[in-house]
């Protein structure tokens, strides 16, 4: 019966900090239960996977939605504008010009460079008996990295990451309201920036992202303004290091807990491409992900009805024994892994090649730089940040013990 199921409730789950416990139970009760208002809860792989992949849901919501959780500003109309929360032409036009902008050719050409700068950063954090895995490495090196892809100027870089932490704010369920105008004036700013990019890229075209989206925008048949083009580059300059920076937090504050891993990976450096598969599995840096119900929908003996939110819990499917075997434990060489960190589906994340390549270069420099790595301290969350990883909080702090190779 309906009233018998257990509730999920998005701003009660943020408050958890190890929400692990009560996907169990979820799964345990069965395939579906209730969440907020309109909403449809799923913990089990078998639905999260069928429903990411299902065109009869979409990612554009109500404006009234987008005003209930940001307010009215300038938050709103990025929101409505970006590849992330478009369907069917809309998202096809803008995804395949960032896909052509973003190809695979370029994504793995960043792995010497990536490799250089995560050696770099090492060099100065060998000589250190403690150190952050989030502000020495998670944040510094996906920041870099975006900032060279779109060639800003390393003295615009720390403005623009400060703009685009607040940014984080528009992509939270609901923004308090002491917070929607620090968003909505990140937007604004950021808007401006881009803007002068953009101007100057069309006058004196690059190698840069930019100058690759207009040029890709260029051969199209349905060009796009400069606002869509604007929004979506900072999107994916927002996206590039946010969703890397969760992957590199998440899945360092695992490997410096398993000693074993270390060894194994020290050992093995071959393994870094599963082991890292591993680590987003065991804790996903993007936790949960909604759709829109567009058209009637029967899965698990349920109906989902059209202007119905679905809430799909990625991080619970990724623990589902009925797919994992012995998902609580750590394996390095597990394969097949069909985690569901990335999404799945039109809406699979922009930025999963890129934390991939970062991510496999950072953690395979790291073990080979440093003997032993372990907690210097307890991690630190910041329950307001934020970002793709709400409703759960996002690592503020990992304070580091290591010793050098």
Known sequence: MLSDMPRYVLDDARNVPDPYPSYRQLREYGPVCRGGPGQWVFPRHAEVSALLRDPRLGREYPEQYQAMSVGEGPANDYLRRIVINRDHGGHVRLRRLLTKALNPATVRALSEPVRALVDRILDGLVERDTWDLVSDLAVPVPISVMSELLDIPVADRDMIARWSTSLAQTFAVFIP????????????????????????????PGDDLLSRMIAADRGGTEPLTDEEIVDNA?????AGFETTTNVIATGGNVLINQPGAQRELRANPHLVGT?????MRYDAPIHATSRLVLEPIEISGHTLRPRRV????????????????????????????????????VHHCLGAALARVEGGVLFERLVARFAHLEPAGAAAWNPSSGGFRYPYWAYESVPVAASAA
């Not at 900072?234 to 927002?238: A, N, R, S």
């Open 234 to 238: 900072l999107f994916v300059y927002y």
């Open 275 to 279: 082991a890292l598969e591993e680590f």
């Open 177 to 204: 309201e002491d917070k929607r105008q620090e968003a909505h004036d990140a937007v604004v700013r950021l808007r401006e920036y881009f803007a002068d990019l953009l101007r100057e890229r069309r006058r004196k």
């Open 310 to 345: 679905v809430v799909l819990l990625l991080a619970s499917a990724n623990h589902d024994d009925s797919v994992f075997a012995d998902p609580g434990r750590i394996d390095l060489t597990r394969s097949p892994n069909p985690h569901l960190s990335f999404g799945g589906g």
